[in-house]
Protein backbone atom coordinates (compact mmCIF):
# COMPACT_ATOMS: atom_id res chain seq x y z
CA UNK A 1 0.00 0.00 0.00
CA UNK A 2 1.52 3.42 -0.94
CA UNK A 3 0.35 5.89 1.36
CA UNK A 4 0.94 9.28 -0.35
CA UNK A 5 1.61 9.92 -4.04
CA UNK A 6 1.48 12.80 -6.35
CA UNK A 7 -1.16 12.44 -9.85
CA UNK A 8 -1.14 15.13 -12.20
CA UNK A 9 0.32 18.35 -13.00
CA UNK A 10 -1.23 20.40 -10.36
CA UNK A 11 -2.74 19.00 -7.16
CA UNK A 12 -3.88 20.37 -3.81
CA UNK A 13 -4.86 18.13 -0.86
CA UNK A 14 -6.69 19.13 2.04
CA UNK A 15 -7.09 16.59 4.53
CA UNK A 16 -9.06 17.40 7.90
CA UNK A 17 -8.46 16.28 11.46
CA UNK A 18 -11.06 16.94 13.82
CA UNK A 19 -12.85 15.13 16.73
CA UNK A 20 -15.01 13.45 14.37
CA UNK A 21 -12.55 11.90 12.78
CA UNK A 22 -9.56 11.52 15.26
CA UNK A 23 -7.96 11.87 18.86
CA UNK A 24 -7.45 15.99 18.57
CA UNK A 25 -9.70 17.10 21.84
CA UNK A 26 -11.51 20.07 20.47
CA UNK A 27 -12.07 21.86 17.07
CA UNK A 28 -10.91 25.17 18.30
CA UNK A 29 -7.18 24.94 17.16
CA UNK A 30 -4.93 27.94 18.93
CA UNK A 31 -1.01 27.05 18.02
CA UNK A 32 0.63 24.81 15.72
CA UNK A 33 4.38 23.88 16.02
CA UNK A 34 6.56 21.44 14.47
CA UNK A 35 8.84 19.97 16.49
CA UNK A 36 12.64 18.71 15.45
CA UNK A 37 11.52 15.09 14.52
CA UNK A 38 8.48 16.38 12.86
CA UNK A 39 5.82 15.62 15.09
CA UNK A 40 3.08 18.42 15.11
CA UNK A 41 2.30 19.76 18.68
CA UNK A 42 -1.29 21.52 18.72
CA UNK A 43 -2.87 23.31 21.29
CA UNK A 44 -6.70 24.04 21.40
CA UNK A 45 -9.39 25.12 23.70
CA UNK A 46 -9.54 21.74 25.45
CA UNK A 47 -6.08 19.88 25.53
CA UNK A 48 -2.93 19.31 23.75
CA UNK A 49 -2.44 16.83 21.06
CA UNK A 50 1.14 15.71 19.69
CA UNK A 51 0.63 14.23 16.16
CA UNK A 52 3.13 12.38 14.28
CA UNK A 53 1.02 11.70 10.89
CA UNK A 54 0.28 8.14 12.67
CA UNK A 55 -0.41 8.35 15.84
CA UNK A 56 -1.97 10.76 18.88
CA UNK A 57 -0.71 11.43 21.94
CA UNK A 58 -3.37 13.92 23.63
CA UNK A 59 -2.30 16.10 27.31
CA UNK A 60 -5.49 17.14 29.28
CA UNK A 61 -4.68 18.90 32.49
CA UNK A 62 -6.48 15.71 34.68
CA UNK A 63 -4.70 13.00 32.86
CA UNK A 64 -1.36 14.89 33.13
CA UNK A 65 0.82 17.58 34.45
CA UNK A 66 -0.51 20.48 31.72
CA UNK A 67 -1.64 23.36 34.07
CA UNK A 68 -4.84 24.39 31.98
CA UNK A 69 -7.13 23.60 29.35
CA UNK A 70 -6.75 26.04 26.57
CA UNK A 71 -3.01 25.82 25.00
CA UNK A 72 -1.95 29.29 23.33
CA UNK A 73 1.72 29.14 22.89
CA UNK A 74 4.52 26.26 22.24
CA UNK A 75 8.08 26.83 21.87
CA UNK A 76 11.10 23.89 21.69
CA UNK A 77 14.20 24.51 23.54
CA UNK A 78 17.99 23.60 22.52
CA UNK A 79 17.29 20.13 24.63
CA UNK A 80 13.95 19.86 22.49
CA UNK A 81 11.68 20.28 25.47
CA UNK A 82 8.66 21.73 24.64
CA UNK A 83 7.45 24.81 26.74
CA UNK A 84 3.34 25.35 26.57
CA UNK A 85 1.70 28.88 26.93
CA UNK A 86 -2.12 28.00 28.92
CA UNK A 87 -4.68 30.68 29.42
CA UNK A 88 -4.75 31.03 32.96
CA UNK A 89 -2.05 27.91 34.18
CA UNK A 90 1.29 29.76 33.21
CA UNK A 91 3.97 28.03 31.33
CA UNK A 92 4.74 24.74 31.37
CA UNK A 93 8.07 22.57 30.54
CA UNK A 94 7.43 19.33 29.16
CA UNK A 95 10.14 16.81 28.34
CA UNK A 96 8.07 14.07 27.20
CA UNK A 97 7.49 12.63 30.36
CA UNK A 98 7.82 14.95 33.28
CA UNK A 99 6.03 18.31 33.54
CA UNK A 100 7.44 21.56 35.34
CA UNK A 101 5.14 24.45 35.82
CA UNK A 102 6.13 28.33 35.84
CA UNK A 103 3.06 31.06 37.28
CA UNK A 104 2.90 33.43 39.75
CA UNK A 105 2.83 30.95 42.73
CA UNK A 106 6.38 30.10 42.07
CA UNK A 107 7.88 32.41 39.65
CA UNK A 108 8.00 35.91 38.75
CA UNK A 109 5.49 35.84 36.25
CA UNK A 110 2.54 38.15 37.35
CA UNK A 111 -0.30 37.03 35.15
CA UNK A 112 -1.06 33.53 34.09
CA UNK A 113 -2.52 34.02 30.58
CA UNK A 114 0.40 33.17 28.07
CA UNK A 115 0.12 34.57 24.85
CA UNK A 116 3.06 33.91 23.21
CA UNK A 117 6.43 31.62 23.67
CA UNK A 118 10.17 32.08 21.78
CA UNK A 119 13.49 31.15 22.41
CA UNK A 120 16.43 33.38 21.17
CA UNK A 121 19.63 32.44 20.70
CA UNK A 122 21.31 32.38 23.94
CA UNK A 123 18.61 30.25 25.17
CA UNK A 124 16.53 32.09 26.90
CA UNK A 125 13.06 32.22 26.55
CA UNK A 126 10.94 34.95 25.96
CA UNK A 127 7.41 35.04 27.38
CA UNK A 128 4.51 37.15 26.34
CA UNK A 129 1.29 37.21 28.82
CA UNK A 130 -1.50 39.57 29.40
CA UNK A 131 0.49 41.55 32.21
CA UNK A 132 3.55 41.95 29.70
CA UNK A 133 6.84 40.65 28.78
CA UNK A 134 9.08 38.37 30.81
CA UNK A 135 12.61 36.70 30.22
CA UNK A 136 13.77 33.52 31.70
CA UNK A 137 17.16 32.18 31.09
CA UNK A 138 16.85 29.08 33.40
CA UNK A 139 18.44 30.80 36.28
CA UNK A 140 17.05 34.96 36.02
CA UNK A 141 13.72 36.30 35.17
CA UNK A 142 13.32 39.83 33.81
CA UNK A 143 10.03 41.38 33.90
CA UNK A 144 8.96 43.83 31.76
CA UNK A 145 5.62 45.75 32.56
CA UNK A 146 3.65 49.09 32.03
CA UNK A 147 6.29 50.26 35.00
CA UNK A 148 9.18 49.39 32.60
CA UNK A 149 7.71 51.55 29.64
CA UNK A 150 5.81 48.45 27.91
CA UNK A 151 2.52 50.90 27.99
CA UNK A 152 0.40 48.20 26.65
CA UNK A 153 0.43 45.54 28.52
CA UNK A 154 -0.76 42.41 26.24
CA UNK A 155 1.91 40.73 24.56
CA UNK A 156 0.55 38.57 21.58
CA UNK A 157 3.29 37.63 19.95
CA UNK A 158 7.37 37.52 19.98
CA UNK A 159 9.97 37.32 17.44
CA UNK A 160 13.53 36.99 18.02
CA UNK A 161 15.62 37.92 15.30
CA UNK A 162 18.56 37.11 13.52
CA UNK A 163 20.53 40.27 14.53
CA UNK A 164 19.54 39.57 18.20
CA UNK A 165 16.56 41.86 18.66
CA UNK A 166 13.59 40.84 20.63
CA UNK A 167 10.30 41.72 18.75
CA UNK A 168 7.22 41.63 20.99
CA UNK A 169 3.90 42.23 19.03
CA UNK A 170 1.21 44.33 21.09
CA UNK A 171 -2.51 43.95 21.56
CA UNK A 172 -3.15 47.99 21.23
CA UNK A 173 -0.25 49.08 22.07
CA UNK A 174 2.26 48.56 19.01
CA UNK A 175 5.99 47.11 18.14
CA UNK A 176 8.13 46.99 21.21
CA UNK A 177 12.04 46.56 19.91
CA UNK A 178 14.14 45.33 22.37
CA UNK A 179 18.40 44.95 22.16
CA UNK A 180 20.38 43.18 24.86
CA UNK A 181 17.74 42.93 27.57
CA UNK A 182 16.80 47.06 27.19
CA UNK A 183 13.31 48.54 25.14
CA UNK A 184 14.85 50.45 22.20
CA UNK A 185 11.63 51.27 20.40
CA UNK A 186 8.08 51.47 20.31
CA UNK A 187 6.54 51.83 17.47
CA UNK A 188 3.06 52.71 17.16
CA UNK A 189 0.38 54.74 15.54
CA UNK A 190 0.40 57.87 17.94
CA UNK A 191 4.08 58.54 18.01
CA UNK A 192 4.19 58.61 14.13
CA UNK A 193 6.35 55.63 13.65
CA UNK A 194 4.27 54.74 10.38
CA UNK A 195 2.87 51.44 11.66
CA UNK A 196 -0.64 51.18 10.46
CA UNK A 197 -2.03 48.66 12.90
CA UNK A 198 -1.33 49.10 16.92
CA UNK A 199 -1.68 44.98 16.99
CA UNK A 200 0.35 42.60 15.87
CA UNK A 201 -0.69 39.02 16.20
CA UNK A 202 2.29 36.99 14.61
CA UNK A 203 5.71 37.68 13.13
CA UNK A 204 8.46 35.82 10.79
CA UNK A 205 11.70 36.82 8.87
CA UNK A 206 12.94 36.82 5.53
CA UNK A 207 16.19 35.93 4.28
CA UNK A 208 17.24 39.37 4.65
CA UNK A 209 16.11 40.18 7.88
CA UNK A 210 13.14 42.05 6.91
CA UNK A 211 10.68 41.83 10.03
CA UNK A 212 7.15 40.49 8.11
CA UNK A 213 3.67 41.08 10.81
CA UNK A 214 0.46 39.76 11.02
CA UNK A 215 -2.58 42.40 11.95
CA UNK A 216 -5.41 42.23 12.26
CA UNK A 217 -6.84 44.91 10.71
CA UNK A 218 -4.56 46.04 7.90
CA UNK A 219 -2.85 43.30 6.58
CA UNK A 220 0.53 42.22 6.25
CA UNK A 221 3.14 45.02 7.07
CA UNK A 222 6.65 44.59 7.07
CA UNK A 223 9.24 46.44 8.91
CA UNK A 224 12.35 46.88 6.52
CA UNK A 225 16.18 46.20 7.93
CA UNK A 226 17.24 49.17 6.51
CA UNK A 227 14.24 51.16 8.18
CA UNK A 228 11.01 51.72 6.84
CA UNK A 229 8.06 50.32 5.84
CA UNK A 230 6.19 47.65 3.37
CA UNK A 231 2.59 47.25 3.54
CA UNK A 232 0.13 44.85 1.79
CA UNK A 233 -3.73 45.57 2.47
CA UNK A 234 -6.50 45.52 0.26
CA UNK A 235 -6.34 49.19 -0.30
CA UNK A 236 -2.66 48.69 -2.11
CA UNK A 237 -2.26 45.25 -3.26
CA UNK A 238 -4.82 42.20 -4.26
CA UNK A 239 -4.77 40.50 -1.27
CA UNK A 240 -8.18 39.17 -0.11
CA UNK A 241 -7.99 40.33 3.17
CA UNK A 242 -7.16 42.56 5.95
CA UNK A 243 -7.75 40.39 8.93
CA UNK A 244 -4.96 38.55 9.74
CA UNK A 245 -3.74 36.22 12.21
CA UNK A 246 -0.24 34.48 11.22
CA UNK A 247 2.07 34.35 8.58
CA UNK A 248 4.55 32.08 7.63
CA UNK A 249 7.24 32.39 5.25
CA UNK A 250 7.90 29.48 2.95
CA UNK A 251 11.18 27.10 3.21
CA UNK A 252 12.57 28.16 -0.35
CA UNK A 253 11.55 31.90 0.80
CA UNK A 254 9.70 32.35 -2.58
CA UNK A 255 6.23 33.07 -0.70
CA UNK A 256 4.53 34.54 2.36
CA UNK A 257 1.45 32.73 3.66
CA UNK A 258 -1.01 34.08 6.03
CA UNK A 259 -4.12 32.96 7.97
CA UNK A 260 -7.13 34.54 7.66
CA UNK A 261 -10.08 35.62 9.79
CA UNK A 262 -12.42 35.51 7.64
CA UNK A 263 -10.92 34.48 4.33
CA UNK A 264 -9.20 30.78 4.67
CA UNK A 265 -5.06 31.27 4.12
CA UNK A 266 -3.65 33.03 1.57
CA UNK A 267 -0.26 32.89 -0.35
CA UNK A 268 1.47 35.61 -1.04
CA UNK A 269 4.03 34.97 -4.03
CA UNK A 270 5.82 38.54 -5.52
CA UNK A 271 2.29 40.77 -6.56
CA UNK A 272 0.18 37.49 -7.28
CA UNK A 273 -2.18 36.73 -4.29
CA UNK A 274 -4.11 33.01 -4.09
CA UNK A 275 -6.91 32.72 -1.78
CA UNK A 276 -7.83 28.95 -0.47
CA UNK A 277 -11.22 29.30 1.19
CA UNK A 278 -14.72 27.27 1.98
CA UNK A 279 -15.73 28.59 -1.65
CA UNK A 280 -12.75 27.43 -4.44
CA UNK A 281 -11.49 24.06 -2.26
CA UNK A 282 -12.07 21.84 0.82
CA UNK A 283 -10.90 23.60 3.53
CA UNK A 284 -14.09 23.18 6.25
CA UNK A 285 -13.60 26.82 7.48
CA UNK A 286 -12.61 30.71 6.59
CA UNK A 287 -11.50 31.37 10.19
CA UNK A 288 -7.90 30.33 10.49
CA UNK A 289 -6.62 31.06 13.80
CA UNK A 290 -2.56 29.89 12.72
CA UNK A 291 -0.58 28.16 10.88
CA UNK A 292 2.77 26.58 10.24
CA UNK A 293 4.94 24.62 7.41
CA UNK A 294 6.64 21.82 8.28
CA UNK A 295 10.30 20.52 6.63
CA UNK A 296 8.06 19.23 3.78
CA UNK A 297 6.49 22.40 3.19
CA UNK A 298 3.21 21.09 3.96
CA UNK A 299 0.61 24.30 5.58
CA UNK A 300 -0.62 22.94 8.80
CA UNK A 301 -3.71 25.09 9.43
CA UNK A 302 -5.42 25.69 12.65
CA UNK A 303 -9.31 26.99 12.42
CA UNK A 304 -11.70 28.07 14.84
CA UNK A 305 -14.21 25.40 14.54
CA UNK A 306 -13.09 22.61 12.38
CA UNK A 307 -9.74 20.89 13.72
CA UNK A 308 -6.78 21.32 12.04
CA UNK A 309 -6.45 20.92 8.04
CA UNK A 310 -2.97 19.51 6.23
CA UNK A 311 -3.02 21.94 3.04
CA UNK A 312 -0.30 19.56 0.56
CA UNK A 313 0.09 21.80 -2.30
CA UNK A 314 1.91 20.07 -5.24
CA UNK A 315 1.09 22.88 -7.84
CA UNK A 316 3.93 22.80 -10.85
CA UNK A 317 5.26 19.18 -9.69
CA UNK A 318 4.64 16.67 -12.05
CA UNK A 319 4.37 12.99 -12.01
CA UNK A 320 5.76 9.87 -13.95
CA UNK A 321 3.33 9.35 -16.80
CA UNK A 322 1.87 5.53 -17.62
CA UNK A 323 4.80 4.97 -19.80
CA UNK A 324 7.45 5.61 -17.14
CA UNK A 325 5.64 4.13 -14.02
CA UNK A 326 7.75 3.86 -10.83
CA UNK A 327 6.67 1.66 -8.17
CA UNK A 328 7.61 1.17 -4.64
CA UNK A 329 6.80 -1.74 -2.17
CA UNK A 330 6.27 -2.85 0.25
CA UNK A 331 5.16 -0.29 2.78
CA UNK A 332 5.18 -0.26 5.90
CA UNK A 333 8.91 -1.85 5.34
CA UNK A 334 11.50 -3.02 7.63
CA UNK A 335 14.91 -3.23 5.96
CA UNK A 336 14.24 -2.67 1.92
CA UNK A 337 11.96 -0.73 -0.11
CA UNK A 338 11.37 -1.77 -3.51
CA UNK A 339 10.67 -0.08 -6.82
CA UNK A 340 10.03 -0.50 -10.71
CA UNK A 341 10.42 2.04 -13.45
CA UNK A 342 10.88 2.13 -16.60
CA UNK A 343 12.21 5.56 -17.40
CA UNK A 344 16.28 5.48 -16.85
CA UNK A 345 18.25 7.11 -15.68
CA UNK A 346 16.84 8.59 -12.28
CA UNK A 347 17.75 9.97 -9.12
CA UNK A 348 16.43 9.09 -5.73
CA UNK A 349 16.23 11.21 -2.36
CA UNK A 350 14.99 10.38 0.50
CA UNK A 351 13.85 12.61 3.56
CA UNK A 352 13.26 11.87 6.92
CA UNK A 353 10.36 13.88 8.60
CA UNK A 354 12.24 16.37 9.70
CA UNK A 355 13.41 17.33 5.85
CA UNK A 356 16.64 16.32 6.52
CA UNK A 357 18.27 14.15 3.49
CA UNK A 358 19.27 10.36 4.43
CA UNK A 359 19.83 9.06 1.18
CA UNK A 360 20.65 9.80 -2.56
CA UNK A 361 21.52 7.99 -5.29
CA UNK A 362 21.52 8.23 -9.44
CA UNK A 363 19.36 4.53 -10.45
CA UNK A 364 20.54 2.95 -13.42
CA UNK A 365 18.50 -0.55 -13.28
CA UNK A 366 14.53 -0.84 -14.22
CA UNK A 367 14.18 -3.15 -10.92
CA UNK A 368 15.96 -2.84 -7.57
CA UNK A 369 15.63 -2.24 -3.76
CA UNK A 370 16.64 0.59 -1.64
CA UNK A 371 18.54 -0.74 1.98
CA UNK A 372 16.73 1.73 4.69
CA UNK A 373 17.33 -1.25 7.33
CA UNK A 374 19.35 1.56 9.25
CA UNK A 375 16.97 3.96 9.25
CA UNK A 376 15.40 4.89 12.13
CA UNK A 377 11.55 4.06 12.62
CA UNK A 378 9.32 6.63 11.52
CA UNK A 379 7.68 8.17 8.75
CA UNK A 380 9.84 8.85 5.31
CA UNK A 381 9.41 10.97 2.04
CA UNK A 382 10.87 9.58 -1.49
CA UNK A 383 11.00 11.95 -4.36
CA UNK A 384 11.92 10.22 -7.71
CA UNK A 385 12.89 12.56 -10.68
CA UNK A 386 13.55 11.05 -14.15
CA UNK A 387 16.36 12.50 -16.80
CA UNK A 388 13.25 13.91 -18.25
CA UNK A 389 12.80 16.33 -15.02
CA UNK A 390 9.10 14.64 -14.00
CA UNK A 391 8.46 13.69 -10.70
CA UNK A 392 7.20 11.71 -8.21
CA UNK A 393 6.88 11.69 -4.37
CA UNK A 394 5.90 9.45 -2.01
CA UNK A 395 5.93 8.18 1.39
CA UNK A 396 6.41 4.97 3.15
CA UNK A 397 6.83 3.87 7.11
CA UNK A 398 9.86 2.58 8.28
CA UNK A 399 8.87 -0.49 10.97
Known sequence: MILFSVQGYAQQVFTNYSTANSPLPENSVRCIEVDHIGRKWIGTDYGLAVFDDVNWNVYLPFTSGLPAMSVRAIAFDSLNNAWIGTLGGGVAKFDGTNWVVYDDTNSPITENSIRALAFDSAGALWIGNQD??????????????????????TIASIHTSKNRKVYAGSVNGGLFILHQDTIKSNLNIANGSGIPDNTILAFDEDSIGNIWMATPANGIVVYRNIGGWF???????????????????????????????????????GTVYTCFNTVNTSMPDNNIQCLTIDSMNNIWIGTA????????????IRNFSSTSDFETYPNPVTDRINFKVENLPFTVEVMDARGALVFSETINTNVGSIDVSRFKNGIYSLKAVSKDNVAVIKRFCKQ
Open 305 to 316: TQGVVKFQDFTG
Open 132 to 153: GLVKFDGTNWIVYSAASSIIQN
Open 231 to 269: WYYMGSSFIQSNSLSDIQISNDHQSVWVATADSGIIRKT
